[in-house]
């Protein structure tokens, strides 16, 4: 292939420009069949048989597959953020970090929560989140304007943890959805038992920041038809946290890979977290898509999440079927981030 002699450095690793346009030829687009894909100015430009191009990659007998989507993340207490395209990842969600961090250039695209809307003393701002991780209110009209002035200052989605300490009262967790979906912009909250699940689904909560940790049962109704991020091996992987997700899952609630990165350390696709969605009860396809098309469709990625035309080119072309086993994304042989390759 016809490389120009650019390239950006990313840690350790680069990308190198392409000029021109790039056909992937021979693979299995997973989903679509065995057809190729053109790469061009960053961007899928087709996809189908016979594509020709200025450059010509033959990938015959791999997989390929978008990148993937990390929809918990806090890569302001682990800055990482440069490292994650060259980790297989297309895009991710910040679910909380000061406020400076919504003002940060990333070339990773990002849908930021910044501070979480926290009750006073609440978590996480007597712990890890100590240094500008919650905004603390106490009252309608400080949950109104810190949510106001989040999404001024670029949030992209509004996290509120719901605890067995301090904890939000019922009508300021009230206000703060409220005033996120005035905005339409989602609620993410940290509720990680059944009656903290039960709270923030009574209260229009849009999305469980955990797979939470004791038995749901009841609760698991009330969230089939909105979001959990899976996050298991950030939270102890237990069985009861895996039988809520597929419970969740069952119930017709859209699940979501996301790790917890920065309280995990892994910066690119976590295999451990592959895994336990497959242990529990998801299937292949399932985590695929919750790695890659689910969040891109509730968080608004539009430009990412599939391998179609028009897309930006951040994909992976793996060796083995990930529809046989998942786990294959953490193992790419190529890793393709806005239309540039990336070699280690
Ligand atoms: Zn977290």
Not at 21 to 27: F, K, N
Not at 144 to 168: M, R, W, Y
Not at 310 to 321: C, I, Q, T, Y
Not at 322 to 342: E, K
């Amino acid at each position: 292939m016809r490389l120009a002699g650019l390239s950006l450095v990313l840690l350790g690793c680069t990308t190198d420009s392409v000029a021109g346009s790039t056909v992937l030829t021979g693979a299995t687009v997973v989903g679509v069949g065995i057809t190729d894909v053109r790469i061009e100015d960053g961007r899928i430009t087709a996809v189908g048989a016979g594509l020709t191009a200025d450059a010509v990659v033959d990938v015959s007998g791999q997989f390929i597959v978008p990148s993937v989507i990390d929809a918990h993340v806090h890569l302001a207490y682990w800055d990482v953020a440069d490292d994650l395209p060259a980790g297989g990842l297309a895009a991710v969600v910040d679910l909380a970090s000061p406020m400076a961090f919504l003002d940060v250039d990333t070339t990773l695209p990002m849908v930021r929560s910044g501070p979480m809307v926290t009750a006073e003393g609440g978590y996480p701002t007597r712990s890890w989140g100590a240094n500008g991780y919650g905004l603390e209110v106490s009252s309608i009209a400080q949950a109104q304007q810190a949510v106001d002035t989040l999404i001024a200052n670029g949030a992209g989605v509004i996290k509120a943890p719901i605890t067995s300490g301090l904890s939000h009262q019922t009508e300021v967790l009230l206000a703060i959805v409220e005033r996120a979906h005035t905005a339409n912009i989602l609620v993410v909250s940290h509720a990680v038992d059944q009656s903290e699940a039960a709270i923030a689904a009574a209260a229009g909560v849009d999305v469980l920041a955990h797979t939470p940790i004791t038995t749901l049962g009841d609760a698991i109704s009330d969230w089939s038809d909105r979001a959990v991020i899976s996050s298991l091996a950030a939270f102890g992987n237990s069985p009861t946290t895996r039988d809520n997700l597929l419970a969740l899952h069952q119930a017709g609630a859209t699940v979501l890979y996301g790790t917890d990165m920065g309280n995990q350390r892994v910066a690119g696709v976590n295999v451990r977290e592959l895994q336990a969605m497959r242990d529990a009860g998801l299937t292949n396809a399932e985590v695929l898509t919750a790695a890659t098309s689910a969040p891109a469709m509730l968080f608004g990625f539009n430009d990412h999440g599939t391998i179609e035309a028009g897309k930006v080119a951040s994909l992976l072309v793996l060796d083995d079927d990930p529809l046989l086993d998942v786990t294959a994304l953490a193992r790419p042989s190529q890793i393709w981030f806005n239309g540039q390759l990336v070699t280690h």
